[in-house]
T-cell receptor
Framework: NAGVTQTPKFQVLKTGQSMTLQCAQD?????MSWYRQDPGMGLRLIHY???????DQGEVPNGYNVSRSTTEDFPLRLLSAAPSQTSVYFC????????????FGQGTRLTVV | RKEVEQDPGPFNVPEGATVAFNCTYS??????FFWYRQDCRKEPKLLMS???SGNEDGRFTAQLNRASQYISLLIRDSKLSDSATYLC????????????FGQGTELSVKP
């Protein structure tokens, strides 16, 4: 039972570097989302997708891009890393139904120096 | 004002205590409500959904008050293993079905 798989688990970047955080789910869920979690801030939505080929911005989208070419994969791209993007990133997936559980990946701890 | 607000705590309680968390939400179109649990540095996991009539799962009771736009979580007979952060989550279908999280309430149960 893989569920939601995020890679890498840890990453250190230099300011200005770019990278892609990978997220894959094997539950055939239509909805997928990316969140960042900072101390005292809870989880804030970066981008989300309600199906392949459809993405939309969340609360804090600046500096991040996403694409959804397949149902299974929802990568998050950092275009030019900044220290303010130091955070823990979680990917989540769920079905569209009411009262449905969201499943999370184990998180990516990103430090930008 | 955040769309979903919680008292961040921390709540420090002795084993066996009863503790209650509240959460308020501002979007009257909110339709689905949940409590998630997050252990230190790990991913959130569903604790329980919250239904209009209230619902119970063992030592945990969740309540929803739509008129006042708040939900609550009651934990009875606290265990050391209940120590975690509890996240209030709301889905509003006039916002494309996005999950909106409160900032979380930290609970520490002491021997």
């Amino acid at each position: 039972n893989a569920g939601v798989t995020q890679t890498p688990k840890f990453q250190v970047l230099k300011t200005g570097q770019s990278m892609t955080l990978q997220c894959a789910q094997d539950m055939n869920h239509e909805y997928m989302s990316w969140y960042r979690q900072d101390p005292g801030m809870g989880l804030r939505l970066i981008h989300y997708s309600v199906g392949a080929g459809i993405t939309d911005q969340g609360e804090v989208p600046n500096g991040y891009n996403v694409s959804r070419s397949t149902t299974e994969d929802f990568p998050l791209r950092l275009l030019s890393a900044a220290p303010s993007q130091t955070s823990v990133y979680f990917c989540a997936s769920r079905t569209p139904s009411l009262n449905t559980e969201a499943f999370f990946g184990q998180g990516t701890r990103l430090t930008v120096v | 004002r955040k769309e979903v607000e919680q008292d961040p705590g921390p709540f420090n309680v002795p084993e066996g205590a009863t503790v209650a968390f509240n959460c308020t939400y501002s979007n009257s179109a909110s339709q689905s409500f949940f409590w998630y649990r997050q252990d230190c540095r790990k991913e959130p996991k569903l604790l329980m959904s919250v239904y209009s009539s209230g619902n119970e799962d063992g030592r945990f009771t969740a309540q929803l008050n739509r008129a006042s736009q708040y939900i609550s979580l009651l934990i009875r007979d606290s265990k050391l293993s209940d120590s975690a952060t509890y996240l209030c989550v709301v889905i509003s279908y006039n916002q494309g079905g996005k999950l909106i999280f409160g900032q979380g309430t930290e609970l520490s149960v002491k021997p």
